[in-house]
């Protein structure tokens, strides 16, 4: 079974920190996906990471896939309070049309 | 582009009463709809995936007697909880796969909130 392990699971920090979440597999995912969920809204997806080694960077946001396919990190420089939500990793399901699995998210809070 | 809506945003029902929520596809055609439901602090958990014209399958444990799901079009899939029961209660989230696309990114719709009581 594939699994997807986000750490932490929390973090709170003062704005202007930067930090790093991750995302852990013991699998190798063809693709690994970062959205960011704000309370009582659907997913948006921040970014794709398809091959082995890629950084991929959005404004103050750095992503990361694992050279074996197998973990990711999202790196954020200078947290803004705008920053604020739940970051889950998602990866698609071997074999499946399009099936995706989610990790559970670390919950940001970036505070003023 | 890539907007996809659900409706309605937030329903509160009686127990035993049934409730459908729709997601659209707003810009695009979508292969492949999926369906999710969130826990309050939990991650998505997959329930079913449905193609437009055939039956959706369902993920292990999900009752698909309970959770109907219909996709009518390439751009219209329902979910109606039958005899819904509190432990319904949930945020319910779509999302759609683009016709002719990678077939692994998907764009969700902005979730509905179900309070069963």
């Known amino acids: 079974t594939q699994l997807l392990e986000q750490s932490p699971q929390f973090l709170s920090i003062q704005e202007g920190e930067n930090l790093t979440v991750y995302c852990n597999s013991s699998?190798?995912?063809?693709?690994l996906q970062w959205y960011r969920q704000e309370p009582g809204e659907g997913p948006v997806l921040l970014v794709t990471?398809?091959?082995?080694?890629e950084v991929k960077k959005l404004k103050r946001l750095t992503f990361q896939f694992g050279d074996a396919r197998k973990d990711s990190s999202l790196h954020i420089t200078a947290a803004q309070p705008g920053d604020t939500g739940l970051y889950l990793c998602?990866?698609?399901?071997?074999?499946?049309?399009?099936?995706?699995?989610f990790g559970k998210g670390t919950k940001l809070s970036v505070k003023p | 582009g890539a907007v996809v809506s659900q409706h309605p945003s937030r329903v509160i029902c009686k127990s035993g009463t049934s409730v459908k929520i729709e997601c659209r596809s707003l810009?695009?055609?979508?292969?492949?709809m999926f369906w999710y439901r969130q826990f309050p602090k939990q991650s998505l958990m997959l329930m079913a995936t449905?193609?437009?014209?055939?039956?959706?399958?369902?993920e292990q444990g999900v009752e698909k007697d309970k959770f109907l799901i219909n996709h009518a079009s390439l751009t219209l899939s329902t979910l109606t909880v039958t005899s819904a029961h509190p432990e319904d209660s949930s945020f319910y989230i779509c999302?759609?796969?683009?016709?002719?696309?990678?077939?692994?990114?998907?764009?969700f719709g902005p979730g509905t909130r179900l309070l069963v009581l």
């Open positions: 449905s193609n437009e014209g055939s039956k959706a399958t369902y």
């Open positions: 999302s759609a796969s683009p016709l002719g696309g990678d077939g692994e990114t998907q764009y």
């Open positions: 810009d695009f055609q979508a292969t492949t």
């Open positions: 990471v398809v091959t082995g080694g």
């Open positions: 699998s190798v995912f063809s693709s």
């Open positions: 998602a990866g698609p399901v071997g074999g499946s049309q399009g099936n995706l699995i």
